[in-house]
Each structure stands twice: as structure tokens, then as C-alpha cells.
């Protein structure tokens, strides 16, 4: 498939969603550009969700102007949906056929053939290491092999975009990596991916493109480093064997903050070589003794917490909000 | 393909979908049997010899004359027993995440509805055949010719096929599969009320105007006077328009709570 950049796979113009009296989309634009993994960020109840349902053709939009793979998705959205699969948040799997039943499903309601759905089912179970299992039960699959069947499932009629909601979470760290790797295979055959996640590593693992959402609104975007750029973060980290250490370092470093309780001083820097050699010179002139020394350069936890004024909700951020709040 | 083959294929795709549920646990299907018979035997045996009394003898007694009576009450039970599957299924659908992924797909309209009414249809005819050999095997006899009994079939699946898209649209208008499983529960108090298990010319007023008028007992007494040779009348006319009637607005409900659902879930 050769990549299009004059027509994006979708673009979104201005949409807005209400459920009652709680805005959910408060005008929204986004373009995600063919052949690549598009991430929209954001924590729970942030309109994630909302947003992949209007896409996907599930709802339909209260305001705004929507074209998935060159279909208005009001008008036309049979066309949009003969290209799009959706693997969402909650298992969409039919728990009382098998693995292999549940992708013969999806292979005659794509009207593959007889044939063709055959070997299409088979290649998938195989692809998705799923085949030992095909003929059991749903009753007796794990939850990485749910979610892989789940995925597989949207995979049966060739999608040219998928959209994935959530697609890790919930796993364990070894299905979540195997998630990744599966999708970084989809969009090296050329498929479009928007995915939505709450993991800030996820975006910056697989996106080439991010779009940060707070409260309905898109707050930030752009690729991952050029997000980082725009926020300052980075920082060398000291860690002191004494506290007489720390304060005769403080004393030497312009700029630096301590932490007298965990004997830690963070000197805001991008980390390079040179100011590293000049830092360590410094204070070995001094004589003062270094424990330990790391570098954070900033990272999506960073760019969300400046951005939106607050942190994730995830408790593995957590520990960034302590850090940057005084 | 044209788009008629397509909602075709749809929805055969789903009935074999709903059938495969259905073989793999026949759980809910023996259940369903089970009510029935269960009155058939509790009807015959327990009120039957009383009951029989007052119909005069057919030689063997009370309780036979009582078994030729009640059967086609028994087969009415049968299918509004049979039809409360069919909310409880497309309540399942519907509250479950693959009816979502059904959404997303270019898959004909009414193909998921479709396959949940024709495969309760179908599960309705075998349970219905399995009450008619308890039947037989506890002595029931008819006299029916060839003909009528292909007219008696007619009747129920007609009838079976009214509340069958019932309750397919009370398991739409349900929240939970729970309330699926008791909103349908109606359909098997109405024929108590009907003509299927006491005359109704025994029951005080009030109560035997609602028991003439309401639709159980015209497809009752057509069945009866199908399978015992007794007078139809226009009961068969009145048993056929209700079933078309209940038939045609349960369908446009269930399609229009269809319809609306997918453009009002929240996400």
C-alpha cells in the first residue's frame, strides 16, 4: 500500500458530543494521516472513548465534519464501515462460540467465501498464536488471549483503518508487549491505526503522532519529541551519601534544587556530554562525593502534566507530581 | 452481490450464529421445555381427574376426557414458554461488547434481529414437538387428519413468531439481562386466563370477558377444534389477526428500539 498524504485516513473537523448535560467532545479537530499510528491521550473520562464511537460509526456526533478513508461518516457510513475494524475497550467476542468459530463469524459476515474465510481464519489463529486454542471454549482463555482473539477478529476483513481503544488495558506486562509488537506489525502492512490509551509510555512507544485530550478538548499535539521539546523537564539527578554533601553541592550549583530529606539535588539540563563532564568536574574540584547520578530527560508525563495542569490518574505518574510540586 | 443476497447471507450468518448457541448450551431450551410439561403432567395428573369430571366421560374417565382437553392449552404454554428464550437472548446480545463490533461492521440492518427470531422459531418447533410426544406417550390421541395437522402447525408457528418478536422487543427495551428474564413472564400467565385450561364459561364475569376476548384463547380453541374435531368458527380468523397484529407492532417496536439504541449510547 503506498502511503497518501494528500487524503488523511480521517479527519475531524470541529465535533462535539453531549450526553445530557455533560459535554463529552467541546469541538474537537484532528487529522491522522495514512499509514500511521495516531494516539490520543488523555485520563479516564476524558472523551477518549466518545471520540473512537463517533469515528467508528457507533454514535453520531451532535455538531462537526468527519471523513474516514474519504467517507462523510453521516452520510456514507456503510462505505466507512466496510474498512474500519474496532477492537474496543470491553471484549466484543462471543463467548459461547469458540476462538475459531468467532473468527468464521467475522469471515462470513465479511463475505469472504468459503475458501477464502477458511485460510483468512487459519493465518490469523496462527498469526496470533491462538491456534492450539481455536477449538476450545472462550471459557478458557486467558485475558491476553481474549484481547489477541478480540484483535484478530477486527483483523479478518483487512482493515485499512483500525481503531483501538485501550487496546492493553488491564493486561499483564508480557501480553501488553506482545500487543505492541503486533500493532507495529499491522502498520508496517500499511494499516492506519488510531489508538487511544491512558499509558503515556504506550503513546510514546508506538505513535508517530499524538494528540493530547482533557475534559473534551485537545490540548496538545504533535509527535511525541516535539511534545517533549516544548516542555521543560529534563534534569540530571545527584544522590548524596550525607546531607553535608548535598548542601556544599547546592552551594557550588546555580539553579539546582534540594531535597534534604532523600539527599537528592536535581540541576535542570539537557543531559549532554559536555555540561555532564563539566558537572562532575566541578565537583570532584570540590571533593564532594556523588552516590549516584541520573539523567530524566522529559517524557509524556512531563508534557501531560504541563499541558493540562494536572497529572495522570495512573499511580505509576504519580511520583512526577511529587517531584514537580513544590 | 446484490444487497437482497447480502441481507440473506447476513442473516442466515446470525441464525447459524444463534442456532450454534443453542445446540452448544441446550440448557436455556430444556428449560423452556420443562414448564410446559411440567403443567402437562402437574394438569393431568394431580387436577385432571377433577377436572374431567365436569367434561363428561370419554369411557376412560375424567382424567382422559381432560388430557384431550387441555393438550392444545399445553401447546399454546408451550410457545409462550418458548418465546421468553428470545429476550433473554437478544438481551444478552445487546448488553454484551459484540453487538458493538456487529455496529461497526457493513452487516444488513435487522440481519442481528433476524437471526435471533427465526433461530427462537425454530427452537419454539423443536420444544413444541418434544411437549407433543410427552403428550402422546401420556396417552393423548387425536384424530386429526394430515391436513389439519399441517393447519395446527401453521397456527402455532404463527403464533409462536407474534411473541417471539415481542419478546425480542422486550429484550431490546430491558436494561439487563435479568430484567429480560422476568418482563416476557406474562406470556405464560395468559393462557391460565384463557379457554387452555378451564372452560371459560366457568369463570365469574369480568374475568370471563377478559379470557374471551384476549388472543390465547381464539388460537386455543382453533387448535383444539383442529385436533378434537370441534367447532372453529371464527375463532381461527380472530387467532390469525392477532397474530399478524402482535406480529407487525412488536416487530416495528423491536426495530425502532433497534434503530434508536445505536444512536443513543453513551460511550
Known amino acids: 500500500m503506498t502511503i497518501n498524504s494528500a487524503r488523511p485516513a480521517i479527519s475531524?473537523?470541529?465535533?462535539?458530543?453531549?450526553?445530557?448535560?455533560?459535554?463529552?467532545?467541546?469541538?474537537?479537530?484532528?487529522?491522522?494521516?495514512?499509514?500511521?499510528?495516531?494516539?490520543?491521550?488523555?485520563?479516564?473520562?476524558?472523551?477518549?472513548?466518545?471520540?473512537?464511537?463517533?469515528?467508528?460509526?457507533l454514535i453520531a456526533a451532535d455538531a462537526g465534519y468527519i471523513q474516514v478513508g474519504g467517507h462523510d461518516v453521516t452520510a456514507d457510513p456503510d462505505a466507512v464501515r466496510a474498512l474500519i475494524g474496532v477492537t474496543g475497550q470491553f471484549s466484543a467476542v462471543d463467548n459461547y462460540l469458540t476462538g475459531e468459530e468467532n473468527l468464521r463469524l467475522m469471515a462470513d459476515l465479511r463475505h469472504l467465501g468459503r475458501a477464502a474465510g477458511r485460510r483468512r481464519v487459519a493465518e490469523l489463529l496462527e498469526r496470533f498464536d491462538l491456534t492450539d486454542a481455536a477449538r476450545k471454549p472462550l471459557s478458557a482463555y486467558s485475558g491476553g488471549m481474549r484481547r489477541r482473539l478480540d484483535l484478530a477478529m477486527t483483523l479478518v476483513g483487512n482493515p485499512s483503518v483500525i481503531f483501538l481503544d485501550e487496546p492493553t488495558t488491564?493486561?499483564?506486562?508480557?501480553?501488553?508487549?506482545?500487543?505492541w509488537q503486533i500493532?507495529?506489525?499491522?502498520?508496517?502492512?500499511?494499516v492506519t491505526i488510531f489508538l487511544t490509551t491512558q499509558y503515556l509510555d504506550e503513546a510514546d512507544e508506538l505513535a508517530d503522532h499524538v494528540a493530547v485530550l482533557d475534559h473534551g478538548r485537545i490540548?496538545?499535539?504533535?509527535?511525541?519529541?516535539?511534545?517533549?521539546?516544548?516542555?521543560?523537564?529534563?534534569?540530571?539527578?545527584?544522590q548524596f551519601p550525607e546531607p553535608d554533601a548535598l548542601r556544599a553541592a547546592a552551594g557550588l550549583i546555580p539553579n539546582a534544587s534540594a531535597d534534604d530529606d532523600q539527599l537528592i539535588l536535581q540541576i535542570p539540563g539537557d543531559g549532554s556530554v559536555a555540561s555532564l563532564r563539566r558537572l562532575l568536574n566541578e565537583l570532584d574540584d570540590a571533593r564532594i562525593d556523588v552516590e549516584d547520578l541520573s539523567i530524566h530527560s522529559p517524557d509524556l508525563d512531563?508534557?501531560?502534566?504541563?499541558?493540562?495542569?494536572?497529572?495522570?490518574?495512573?499511580?505509576?505518574?504519580?511520583?512526577y507530581e511529587e517531584v514537580l510540586q513544590p | 452481490?446484490?444487497?437482497?443476497?447480502?441481507?440473506?447471507?447476513?442473516?442466515?450468518?446470525?441464525?447459524?450464529?444463534?442456532?450454534?448457541?443453542?445446540?452448544?448450551?441446550?440448557?436455556?431450551?430444556?428449560?423452556?421445555a420443562g414448564l410446559p410439561i411440567v403443567f402437562l403432567l402437574l394438569f393431568v395428573y394431580v387436577f385432571g381427574g377433577q377436572l374431567g369430571t365436569r367434561l363428561g366421560g370419554h369411557g376412560a374417565g375424567g382424567r382422559g376426557a381432560y388430557l384431550t382437553y387441555v393438550v392444545p392449552g399445553i401447546l399454546i404454554i408451550t410457545v409462550a414458554s418458548a418465546a421468553l428464550g428470545t429476550a433473554i437472548s437478544v438481551a444478552t446480545d445487546m448488553t454484551g461488547g459484540i453487538i458493538d463490533r456487529f455496529r461497526t461492521m457493513a452487516i444488513s440492518r435487522g440481519a442481528v434481529l433476524t437471526g435471533h427470531v427465526i433461530g427462537s422459531l425454530l427452537q419454539t418447533l423443536a420444544v413444541l414437538v418434544l411437549v407433543l410426544g410427552v403428550s402422546l406417550a401420556i396417552g393423548f390421541r387425536s384424530h386429526a387428519t394430515a391436513l389439519e395437522w399441517l393447519a395446527v402447525a401453521g397456527v402455532l408457528a404463527l403464533?409462536?413468531?407474534?411473541?417471539?418478536?415481542?419478546s425480542a422487543a422486550l429484550g431490546m427495551a430491558a436494561k439487563s439481562v435479568e430484567t429480560a428474564s422476568n418482563t416476557p413472564m406474562f406470556l405464560t400467565l395468559l393462557p391460565f386466563l384463557s379457554s387452555g385450561f378451564v372452560a371459560t364459561a366457568t369463570m365469574p364475569a369480568g374475568l370471563r370477558q377478559f379470557a374471551e376476548y384476549e388472543p390465547f384463547t381464539p388460537v386455543t380453541q382453533t387448535v383444539?377444534?383442529?385436533l378434537t374435531g370441534g367447532p372453529i368458527g371464527t375463532q381461527a380468523i380472530a387467532a390469525i389477526a392477532w397474530s399478524i397484529g402482535i406480529a407487525l407492532v412488536s416487530y416495528l417496536w423491536a426495530v425502532r428500539l433497534y434503530n434508536r439504541r445505536r444512536a443513543a449510547t453513551p460511550g
Request: net charge positive; aromatic share 8%; no cysteine.
Open chain 1, 183 to 190: 500493532i507495529r506489525e499491522l502498520v508496517a502492512d500499511g
Open chain 2, 224 to 226: 383444539r377444534g383442529l
Open chain 1, 170 to 179: 488491564g493486561l499483564d506486562p508480557r501480553s501488553r508487549r506482545t500487543m
Open chain 1, 12 to 57: 475531524a473537523r470541529a465535533v462535539r458530543k453531549s450526553f445530557d448535560d455533560h459535554v463529552a467532545l467541546d469541538g474537537v479537530d484532528l487529522t491522522v494521516a495514512e499509514g500511521a499510528i495516531f494516539s490520543l491521550l488523555g485520563p479516564n473520562g476524558a472523551g477518549k472513548t466518545t471520540m473512537v464511537r463517533i469515528l467508528s460509526t
Open chain 2, 159 to 166: 403464533f409462536a413468531f407474534a411473541l417471539i418478536w415481542l
Open chain 1, 302 to 319: 512531563d508534557v501531560f502534566f504541563a499541558v493540562t495542569g494536572h497529572a495522570t490518574t495512573e499511580p505509576a505518574t504519580r511520583r
Open chain 2, 1 to 32: 452481490m446484490t444487497s437482497f443476497a447480502y441481507t440473506f447471507a447476513d442473516s442466515a450468518t446470525m441464525l447459524r450464529r444463534n442456532l450454534k448457541h443453542q445446540l452448544r448450551y441446550p440448557s436455556l431450551t430444556l428449560m423452556l
Open chain 1, 219 to 238: 490540548v496538545a499535539e504533535g509527535t511525541p519529541a516535539e511534545l517533549k521539546r516544548r516542555i521543560p523537564g529534563g534534569h540530571i539527578q545527584l
